[in-house]
């Protein structure tokens, strides 16, 4: 049985373009990627108790999938590529790259930039996404700030720049800006990141 149509299967592993011409990694459920010049598509899905991974690089006849039993200290796509590594090392157009498994990923910016505890307090509070419908708390903690939520568990975020931070890697070093208003109120966080999320918008509420 074929569900769908080629032009709906094209939509689901092709880049999305948005209303204003940019271009986001993400297709209608599936995220394409180029790794050392060969296509894959896939989709990863992780709650408490478990993170999977489905990949696969339609031209070679290839797939992967990695099962796991927790959900935030094992990354299934890193583990992937080394998998694809061995068995299409002969089929690769481009070199390895040692840090490629993070091409696709916001990379990591250098941190030198410092706040001190008074001033992390004023981005601690609650914060709600009503695209997401969730709530995130977060407080100052140690040179940084933690995020905490019910079904994530908590994250640990530090300074990059002014108003900016980014996590160590646990969120594939997503970043998350604060916003301030004219009273030089934190009243916005917006976050970008992982699977070509941009600018997700949580407002400050307590």
Not at 30 to 50: I, M, T
Not at 117 to 128: A, D, I, M, N, V
Not at 140 to 159: A, C, F, M, V, Y
Request: glycine share 8%; charged share 25%; net charge neutral.
């Amino acid at each position: 049985i074929i569900v769908g149509s080629p032009d709906i299967f094209k939509k689901m592993t092709s880049v999305t373009k948005l209303n204003n011409g940019d271009s986001i990694n993400v297709g209608l459920g599936l995220y394409p990627y180029n790794y050392r010049g060969l296509k894959e598509v896939g989709s990863e899905g992780f709650d408490f108790g478990f993170r999977a991974y489905l990949s696969r690089f339609p031209d070679q006849n290839f797939s992967v999938t990695i099962l796991t039993n927790d959900g935030r200290a094992i990354f299934p796509f890193p583990l992937i590529l080394k998998i694809a590594d061995i068995c299409l090392k002969h089929q690769f157009t481009e070199p390895y790259i040692k840090d490629d498994i993070y091409t696709f990923k916001t990379q990591k910016d250098s941190i030198d930039f410092k706040y001190n505890t008074e001033q992390l307090k004023e981005f601690s509070g609650l914060y709600y996404s009503e695209e997401l419908e969730l709530n995130y708390k977060i407080e100052s903690k140690n040179d940084g700030l933690e995020i905490s939520q019910t079904r994530i568990g908590t994250l640990e975020i530090n300074p990059i720049s002014k108003n900016v931070f980014q996590d160590n890697g646990e969120w594939d070093y997503s970043k998350f800006r604060f916003i301030r208003n004219n009273k030089n109120e934190v009243f916005e966080m917006r976050f970008s990141g992982t699977h070509g999320v941009s600018n997700l918008k949580f407002k400050k509420i307590k």
